[in-house]
């Protein structure tokens, strides 16, 4: 399926930089160690995150004073239920899942979360609360068990590869040279994009969170490995609260609620099909993702009858 989005690469290195820190920000403090903008307030506790509601309160947010990203942004997501977050590139979409994951402070409004305003809480407490699936993981150079267990460092062998099976990749780990201890990342064995995000759904399982962050992947695995994959996905999000940053439209059509953001402002929210009745920019989205399908699926088909 081809894309509606643009390729980021041209934004040049700090583009990168940026986006290195949503592809995957649970691993980033890790990785970087990045000196901290954000700290916990004085005598911040741990968050209690029972059902995982989200609320945003007329959040409003600028990375600069001088430029607004998020204007007056106001959702729900009650427990157990699927948001999805759609728009053109550079809309705020992944600003609001940063701003959940408290990497920046709200300029107005607030962030909720089982009725715990996250600026109160302890932001070791919050990130430990919320799971998160980024688009592209990071693998440690370390071993494929060390990398699934990174989710929850106390799990026991029995609980990785409880989680390996939840993810599909148990039996593909079994075929590595050395199973669980096999070194993987850079400097060991190489894993597919569909390989390393299972190791991020199974370090999710592992973690056990209310809350899941989902970067729906943009680069296009091949159909059938998608497919398997978004079977492991909706098994992991059912129950709880997901929130999904989307690029196929065709994921999301069951999401309880869809925001469509522009400039950093919701424009359009409902069901899919409420949203496809309206005829706006949604329905456009839509549109131009079925005929851009049809196009792939006719050169699919026309490259198998030559
Ligand atoms: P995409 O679909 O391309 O991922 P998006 O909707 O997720 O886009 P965001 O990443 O939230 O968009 O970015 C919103 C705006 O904020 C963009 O204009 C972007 O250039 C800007 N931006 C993002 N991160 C920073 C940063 N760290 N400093 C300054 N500006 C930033």
């Avoid at 099976?165 to 064995?189: M, N, S």
């Avoid at 091949?222 to 690029?247: F, G, K, P, W, Y």
């Amino acid at each position: 399926i081809v894309q509606l989005y643009v390729p980021l690469n041209w934004f040049g290195t700090y583009y990168r930089s940026i986006q290195k820190n949503f592809v995957d920000m649970e691993n980033m403090f890790d990785l970087l160690r990045e000196e901290q903008e954000i700290i916990d307030a004085p005598g911040a506790g741990p968050i209690t995150v029972k059902r995982g509601s989200v609320e945003f309160n007329n959040v409003t947010f600028g990375y600069l004073p001088e430029r607004l990203i998020l204007k007056n942004v106001t959702f729900s997501v009650p427990a157990g239920k699927t948001i999805a977050l759609v728009g053109p590139t550079g809309s705020g979409k992944s600003t609001i899942i940063r701003l959940l994951f408290r990497f920046y402070d709200v300029e107005t409004g607030s962030i909720i979360i089982d009725g715990q305003n996250i600026k109160t809480v302890s932001q070791e407490s919050l990130r430990r609360s919320i799971g998160v699936v980024p688009q592209d993981t990071v693998l440690f150079n370390n071993t494929i068990k060390y990398n699934i267990k990174y989710g929850r460092l106390s799990a026991t062998d029995a609980d990785v590869i409880e989680a390996a099976r939840g993810a599909e990749i148990h039996d593909k780990i079994l075929q590595f040279p050395e199973c669980y201890d096999t070194q993987v990342g850079e400097r060991g064995l190489r894993l597919s994009g569909g390989e390393k995000q299972r190791v991020a759904i199974a370090r999710t399982l592992l973690k056990a969170p209310s809350i899941i962050l989902l970067d729906e992947a943009t680069s296009a695995l091949d159909t059938q490995t998608e497919r398997n994959i978004q079977e492991s996905l909706t098994r992991m999000c059912a129950n709880r609260t997901t929130i999904i940053v989307a690029h196929r439209l065709s994921t999301i059509i069951h999401a309880d609620e869809i925001l469509v953001l522009q400039e950093g402002e919701i424009v359009e929210r409902g069901r899919h099909d409420h949203l496809i009745g309206q005829e706006g920019i949604y329905a456009n989205m839509w549109r131009q993702q079925l005929e851009n399908r049809e196009n792939n699926s006719s050169a699919e088909s026309s490259l198998e009858k030559s």
